[in-house]
């Protein structure tokens, strides 16, 4: 029996037709029976895929022979076949909604104006050599951190990475500015942009975290600086890196530990809510209220 999987990826390099590679992505996807979210644009590629490990395998090789993917991390996890409904290949003007699409600078070897990249045992080091001195930065939406973050971690602001150009811009962080800083999301992509955003508003070391919180949790599991749960863009909506797993979450209602989001009962919302298991069996909890401000979640894929 085939075991089903799920690959998380992107890659920053020129495409000179996002529309031509979206058609080949999408033929290539849907010969290999798999489901997931893909997004193309001017600067490169960015999805997450669910199906055969057979068939992920078929689909990574082939991915990786079109000039400039050739660098693609592929961060793989285990799956159950169901985590996603459809396969969506989309062309976009960013991999990643920051609205400042002409900020970064691509080349094939990617963004070429970003943080400096840290390897996970490299950002255990930083943290060993500076101390409280090294600043966790999520990039995340802030709904992610409320269930797993760093230690200590900077949590702006943000319901969706559209938000973070006006945060960064507040004032709020100025202070950071000549600090050693540590950005962090779930796969790395956001932090390509977002340290290249950064740097541009005068912060002056910036790093970011390669391969993101996945590759940090494959590493060290709950026995590094990493607490918590991580948000899934998929159906799993969160997974834990071993049964050591703190639980930092709690729920709206009783304040009881928790890391289970379940989606608004609202019709048309697209907002989350995080419940214990108790107060999710009562669908009142489930109710829309004004407080769901963010209509319309980021993107599956991060």
Request: overall charge positive.
């Amino acid at each position: 029996m085939s075991l089903n999987k799920i690959i998380l990826y992107y890659g920053f390099a020129p495409v000179r037709d996002p529309k031509a590679v979206m058609l080949w992505q999408r033929t290539l996807c849907t010969s290999l029976n798999l489901k997931g979210r893909i997004l193309i644009s001017e600067h490169g590629i960015n999805g997450t895929l669910g199906g055969k490990m057979s068939a992920l395998k078929t689909y990574a090789h082939a991915t990786k022979e079109y000039a400039g993917f050739s660098k693609v991390d592929f961060k793989w996890a285990s799956g159950k076949g169901d985590e996603f409904q459809k396969l969506s290949v989309k062309v976009k003007k960013e991999l990643v909604a920051f609205t400042t699409p002409d900020e970064i600078e691509v080349d094939v070897a990617g963004i070429q104006n970003g943080g400096k990249h840290l390897k996970p045992h490299e950002v255990n080091e930083l943290v060993a050599s500076r101390g409280d001195e090294v600043v966790f930065f999520d990039g995340r939406n802030a709904f992610e951190a409320k269930i797993g973050k760093f230690k200590n971690a900077v949590v702006p602001d943000v319901q969706t990475t559209h938000d973070f150009i006006a945060e960064l811009e507040s004032g709020k962080y100025d202070h950071l500015k000549e600090k050693p800083i540590v950005t962090y999301c779930t796969g790395g992509i956001r932090c390509e942009i977002l340290s290249a955003v950064m740097l541009n508003r005068g912060f002056q070391e910036v790093y970011q975290m390669e391969g993101g919180i996945v590759r940090y949790g494959e590493k060290y599991k709950d026995k590094g600086l990493w607490e918590g749960s991580l948000y899934v863009f998929d159906r799993r909506m969160n997974i834990n890196f071993s049964k050591d797993a703190k639980t930092i979450g709690e729920c709206e209602r009783c304040e009881a530990p928790t890391s289970s989001y379940l989606d608004c009962a609202g019709l048309g919302c697209k907002d989350l809510v995080l419940l214990c298991d108790d107060c999710a069996q009562d669908s009142q909890n489930l109710a829309c209220n004004k407080s769901h401000t963010r209509g319309k979640k980021l993107s599956r894929i991060s």
